[in-house]
């Protein structure tokens, strides 16, 4: 281990971060008593996370609105809240993912969802719609750059065994360094942020509301734009080999 880290170099970020959420499915949207348009509810809902960030020139308001402390604990502080294994964690401390791209991050969340979600309670052969958000979250930092070595150390990417990551994950939280950044494991063109600090994170502001449907062998991804933004192929989720199709 101490040879990766004699390896890496620092990449100085100051951009906005893909963070794909589970939606709030059956919340009140504030906004639909103005207007039932859809695309004028995302309009509004973006204005109102730029006036509710507290890197906002308006922090000396006198309303405060509950929708975006809301949306800021679920969209940056809920996973350092809610400590849960993952690549780079046992359990025992909390990392929040993002992703460079909308794309990817929705291959990323794709994979989890249909293989641990679904596949632990036995849905993978059913139609199942779920419901999400992603949002761009501003991150502003200098972050470890595992990008180059990953050749090198392919257990960065092993599509199912986290115990090398994980021990990365122990000494980059034990040491205080902010986060890291990755080639994604599920979508191979695409680059990860795994981030250790909510202090380097701000300005979260919501970009699409996604829908993920499950039809037989594929994910089709809607965007609130676009009603089939999106396919993903069962089988070309990256990271775990599936049988072969029955030819029955």
């Known amino acids: 281990m101490k040879s990766l880290f004699e390896y890496l170099a620092l990449a100085d970020v100051d951009q906005d971060v893909v963070r794909n959420i589970v939606s709030q499915q059956y919340r009140q949207d504030p906004f639909d008593d103005l207007t039932s348009d859809p695309t004028e509810q995302l309009l509004a809902q973006q204005i109102l996370d730029h006036i509710d960030s507290p890197m906002s020139s308006l922090q000396s308001r006198i309303v405060d609105h509950p929708f975006g402390d809301n949306r800021w604990y679920n ?46 309670a036995g849905f993978e052969q059913q139609p199942v719609i779920a419901e999400r958000e992603v949002y761009w979250v501003t991150c502003s930092t200098a972050l470890l750059d595992f990008r180059k070595v990953v050749q090198e150390f392919p257990d960065l990417l092993h599509p199912s065994d986290y115990t090398f990551c994980q021990l990365i994950g122990k000494k980059i939280h034990r040491e205080g360094h902010p986060g890291l950044l990755l080639p994604s494991v599920r979508h191979p063109s695409g680059e990860n942020f795994a981030i250790f600090s909510p202090n380097v994170l701000h ?31 069962v089988r070309q989720l990256q990271g775990k080999t599936l049988p072969e199709p029955s030819s029955k």
């Open 203 to 233: 300005t979260p502001q919501l970009a699409y509301s996604l829908t993920y449907c499950l039809e037989g062998e594929q994910i089709v991804v809607a965007k609130s734009d676009s009603p089939a933004w999106l396919t993903i192929e």
């Open 75 to 120: 969209t940056i502080h809920w996973p350092f809240r809610n400590w849960q294994a993952s690549r780079f964690s046992d359990g025992t401390f909390g990392v929040w993912y993002g992703s460079k791209t909308i794309e990817t991050t929705v291959h990323e969340t794709a994979f989890h969802w249909y293989h641990s979600l679904l596949g632990d």
